[in-house]
């Protein structure tokens, strides 16, 4: 019987960690993992570093910039493309009164 994966799986991984005497750095990421019976996709983006100083453990989340400016651009568009589409509908209404 064929092997099944579940269709999505989000995953947080964690990176290699980078020590340099008393530091440990450690990457974290996420990865959200779709499945098709042709194929399908990943897509990875940072979540947080890992740091380790004698013994204290602190993590600082990384902020996914290009995410926030991906986001932004596809509201603006989908604004203006209702903008246009409502303008569109009140335009011929007008012309046919």
Request: proline content about 6%.
């Amino acid at each position: 019987m064929a092997n099944w994966k579940p269709f999505i799986e989000l995953k947080t991984n964690t990176g290699k960690p980078i020590r340099n005497e008393s530091v440990t750095i450690t990457p974290q990421a996420q990865a959200l993992t779709v499945h098709f019976p042709f194929g399908g996709f990943v897509w990875n983006r940072p979540v947080a570093v890992l740091i380790e100083i004698d013994g204290r453990r602190e993590r600082f989340p990384v902020s996914d910039v290009t995410r926030v400016a991906l986001l932004a651009m596809g509201g603006a568009s989908l604004v203006f493309t209702l903008i246009a589409v409502f303008a569109g509908i009140l335009g011929r209404r007008n012309v046919i009164d």
